[in-house]
Protein backbone atom coordinates (compact mmCIF):
# COMPACT_ATOMS: atom_id res chain seq x y z
CA UNK A 1 0.00 0.00 0.00
CA UNK A 2 1.18 3.76 -0.84
CA UNK A 3 0.54 6.03 2.58
CA UNK A 4 1.33 9.74 2.31
CA UNK A 5 2.34 11.91 4.99
CA UNK A 6 2.59 16.09 5.08
CA UNK A 7 4.88 18.50 7.28
CA UNK A 8 3.55 21.63 7.93
CA UNK A 9 5.68 24.08 9.70
CA UNK A 10 4.86 27.26 12.04
CA UNK A 11 6.12 30.76 10.87
CA UNK A 12 9.24 30.30 12.83
CA UNK A 13 10.05 26.76 11.56
CA UNK A 14 9.87 25.53 15.35
CA UNK A 15 6.81 23.33 15.10
CA UNK A 16 4.85 21.01 12.97
CA UNK A 17 1.13 20.41 12.32
CA UNK A 18 0.39 17.29 14.13
CA UNK A 19 -2.72 15.43 14.35
CA UNK A 20 -4.05 13.09 17.26
CA UNK A 21 -6.11 10.45 15.77
CA UNK A 22 -8.84 8.26 16.89
CA UNK A 23 -7.92 4.88 15.91
CA UNK A 24 -4.55 5.34 17.94
CA UNK A 25 -5.02 8.07 20.26
CA UNK A 26 -1.23 7.84 21.71
CA UNK A 27 0.90 10.15 20.52
CA UNK A 28 0.85 12.16 17.46
CA UNK A 29 0.72 11.67 14.26
CA UNK A 30 1.69 13.36 10.87
CA UNK A 31 -1.46 14.39 8.68
CA UNK A 32 -2.01 11.99 5.54
CA UNK A 33 -3.17 8.75 4.37
CA UNK A 34 -3.54 6.25 1.94
CA UNK A 35 -3.07 7.10 -1.98
CA UNK A 36 -6.64 5.73 -3.57
CA UNK A 37 -7.53 4.74 -7.07
CA UNK A 38 -6.45 7.09 -9.80
CA UNK A 39 -4.93 10.20 -7.35
CA UNK A 40 -0.86 10.66 -7.51
CA UNK A 41 0.94 10.95 -3.87
CA UNK A 42 1.09 14.80 -4.00
CA UNK A 43 -3.04 14.79 -4.84
CA UNK A 44 -3.31 12.38 -1.64
CA UNK A 45 -1.76 14.57 0.72
CA UNK A 46 -3.82 18.01 -0.49
CA UNK A 47 -6.82 15.61 0.08
CA UNK A 48 -5.95 14.15 2.88
CA UNK A 49 -5.12 17.89 4.88
CA UNK A 50 -8.63 19.01 3.66
CA UNK A 51 -10.58 16.35 5.16
CA UNK A 52 -8.61 16.01 8.51
CA UNK A 53 -8.15 19.13 9.15
CA UNK A 54 -10.06 21.83 6.56
CA UNK A 55 -7.06 23.39 5.02
CA UNK A 56 -5.86 24.21 1.71
CA UNK A 57 -2.31 23.11 1.62
CA UNK A 58 0.16 22.93 -2.32
CA UNK A 59 3.18 19.90 -2.33
CA UNK A 60 6.51 22.13 -2.02
CA UNK A 61 8.90 19.12 -2.30
CA UNK A 62 9.44 15.33 -1.37
CA UNK A 63 10.91 15.05 2.35
CA UNK A 64 10.96 11.02 1.77
CA UNK A 65 10.45 7.93 0.77
CA UNK A 66 10.33 4.85 3.11
CA UNK A 67 9.30 1.31 3.95
CA UNK A 68 7.57 -0.24 6.75
CA UNK A 69 6.62 -3.99 7.35
CA UNK A 70 3.37 -4.51 9.33
CA UNK A 71 3.38 -8.04 10.58
CA UNK A 72 -0.13 -8.08 11.93
CA UNK A 73 -2.09 -5.45 9.77
CA UNK A 74 -5.83 -5.57 10.42
CA UNK A 75 -6.96 -8.39 8.74
CA UNK A 76 -3.87 -10.32 10.50
CA UNK A 77 -1.76 -10.44 7.16
CA UNK A 78 2.21 -9.33 6.70
CA UNK A 79 1.99 -6.17 5.01
CA UNK A 80 4.85 -3.55 3.43
CA UNK A 81 4.03 0.23 3.39
CA UNK A 82 5.52 2.52 1.29
CA UNK A 83 5.29 5.96 2.09
CA UNK A 84 6.43 9.10 0.93
CA UNK A 85 6.59 12.24 2.41
CA UNK A 86 6.06 15.64 1.69
CA UNK A 87 6.68 19.35 2.88
CA UNK A 88 3.76 21.17 2.21
CA UNK A 89 2.91 24.77 1.91
CA UNK A 90 0.08 26.50 3.96
CA UNK A 91 -2.89 28.07 1.41
CA UNK A 92 -6.24 28.69 3.44
CA UNK A 93 -8.39 27.77 6.07
CA UNK A 94 -9.04 27.59 8.93
CA UNK A 95 -7.86 24.32 11.24
CA UNK A 96 -10.95 22.19 11.85
CA UNK A 97 -10.98 18.69 12.76
CA UNK A 98 -13.59 16.30 11.89
CA UNK A 99 -14.14 14.90 15.50
CA UNK A 100 -14.16 11.12 13.89
CA UNK A 101 -10.84 10.15 12.64
CA UNK A 102 -8.91 13.24 13.74
CA UNK A 103 -9.62 14.35 17.57
CA UNK A 104 -7.32 17.29 17.27
CA UNK A 105 -4.43 19.16 15.86
CA UNK A 106 -1.97 21.66 16.90
CA UNK A 107 1.35 22.68 16.14
CA UNK A 108 3.56 20.67 17.95
CA UNK A 109 7.52 21.88 18.78
CA UNK A 110 10.40 19.36 17.73
CA UNK A 111 11.99 20.20 20.52
CA UNK A 112 11.72 18.73 22.51
CA UNK A 113 11.16 15.26 20.53
CA UNK A 114 7.23 14.69 20.30
CA UNK A 115 5.61 11.01 21.02
CA UNK A 116 4.54 9.45 17.72
CA UNK A 117 1.99 6.73 17.49
CA UNK A 118 3.97 4.30 15.39
CA UNK A 119 8.27 4.09 15.54
CA UNK A 120 8.37 5.15 11.86
CA UNK A 121 6.66 8.46 12.39
CA UNK A 122 9.24 8.76 15.48
CA UNK A 123 12.02 7.91 13.35
CA UNK A 124 11.28 10.77 10.96
CA UNK A 125 10.23 13.55 14.20
CA UNK A 126 14.03 11.99 15.06
CA UNK A 127 15.66 12.80 11.99
CA UNK A 128 13.44 16.25 11.68
Do not use: C
Not at 21 to 40: K, L, M, N, T
Amino acid sequence: MLNTFGLLWDDNHQALLLEQRADIPDGWSFPGGFVEFGESPDQTIVREFKEELSIDVEVQQMFEIGSTVNLHNSWGDAQENVSMGFIVKYLAGDIKVDGVETLSAEFVPIDPEPKMFVPSAQTNIHRI
